[in-house]
């Protein structure tokens, strides 16, 4: 018998893609991890995962618990999901300007839902303040209650990435990679590939495509904390240096706008059956960027981090995108005859 014990033993251990696109149009190979298969549906199960196990080792997560959490909304999807697996109850703060489709499934898990408004992380209000506060009343309440999982500040984000994403994107390579680029919003992802990457192989070129609205490329090219403009993605971008990506070993760093990343979301599902959400867009346009700075015959890797479902009423709607002034194809605007109008 070959038989998964729970939830989390589906979480990682996903495929790598050719992307063949991209791929063709830069001669390199483009190659996409497919964290979309995981069970929350998004990389940030490992994210929720990690966190987790680390908590529970340390004793800060308890039998019977409450994990608390400010999210975009994926981590919130994992931890609430393992929470329900674990039996713990969850309680998820997120800023109510992300996708209906992404707050929707974030309610079917049981957990306690919380929508704040989106303000700067300056504001005592943001949705990561709120969460810690709320942890923070629990545990004055009933003493050891509560687990604020603290998804930017906790490296052990970063860790689980390096030991987990990152081992497994080398071992698919057999080590033959060249380079890695993906988007942050947390830098778990990128500083633990990273990482992880550089460890066992010095040369490779690690790279942050950055949505636009963000300051991180900024940050990498001149030292200065600048953001110009905005994005429609979801998850990405920040406007400070959390600990997760402070030593990211970072060599290039580009901004990318929806008018840039968009056309990938919208080509991976055309040309390739790949339905994959925003921040994979910006990640794939990052990867070609890559690939054209490296010059043709490399390998890269990036991540196609959650499904395009999970933001239907917008990456895939003519009427959201018309009024964004955003590309849409041809097959989409017949997709959806009544909507353009
Ligand atoms: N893509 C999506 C869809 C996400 O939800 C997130 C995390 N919020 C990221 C990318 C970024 O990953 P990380 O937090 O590891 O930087």
Not at 29 to 41: D, H, M, R, S, V
Not at 159 to 182: K, Y
């Amino acid at each position: 018998m070959n038989i998964s014990p729970d939830m989390a033993s589906l979480i990682g251990a996903t495929p790598l893609i050719r992307l063949r696109q991209p791929s063709e149009q830069t001669g390199c190979t483009i190659l996409g991890k497919a964290e979309f298969l995981n069970p929350g549906g998004s990389i940030k199960d490992r994210t929720a995962l990690g966190l987790m196990l680390d908590a529970e080792r340390s004793g800060r997560l308890r039998p019977g618990g409450t994990v608390v959490e400010g999210t975009a909304g994926n981590t919130g999807i994992g931890l609430a999901l393992l929470g329900a697996s674990r039996g713990y109850r969850a309680v998820i703060t997120l800023p109510e300007t992300q996708s209906r489709e992404k707050i929707d499934a974030l309610r079917v898990t049981g957990a306690e839902v919380r929508l704040v408004p989106a303000v700067p992380y300056a504001n005592p209000a943001h949705y990561a303040h709120v969460a810690r506060r709320l942890s923070e009343d629990m545990n004055q309440a009933a003493p050891g209650s509560a687990w604020f999982a603290d998804q930017f500040d906790n490296t052990a984000n970063r860790d689980f990435h390096e030991a987990s994403t990152g081992v497994e994107i080398w071992e698919q390579t057999d080590g033959q990679i060249d380079g890695f680029v993906c988007a942050t919003g947390t830098g778990g992802t990128l500083a633990g590939v990273g990482r992880a990457l550089k460890a066992r192989k010095p040369s490779v070129t690690i790279a942050l495509a950055d949505p636009a609205g963000s300051a991180l490329a900024s940050y990498v090219n001149s030292g200065e904390l600048k953001a110009e403009g905005g994005s429609i993605s979801e998850g990405i971008g920040s406007s400070r240096i959390t600990a997760n990506f402070r030593d990211a070993p970072i060599d290039l760093a580009w901004s990318i706008d929806d008018a840039e990343s968009l056309p990938w979301v919208h080509a991976l599902l055309a040309g390739e059956g790949l339905n994959v959400g925003g921040s994979s867009g910006v990640n794939v346009a990052g990867a070609v960027r890559l690939a054209r700075a490296l010059g043709p015959g490399h390998t890269i890797v990036t991540v196609l981090a959650d499904t395009g479902t999970r933001y239907q009423a917008k990456l895939f709607n003519p009427a959201f995108l018309h009024a964004k002034g955003l590309p849409v194809p041809q097959w989409l605007e017949r997709a959806f005859p009544a909507a353009t109008h």
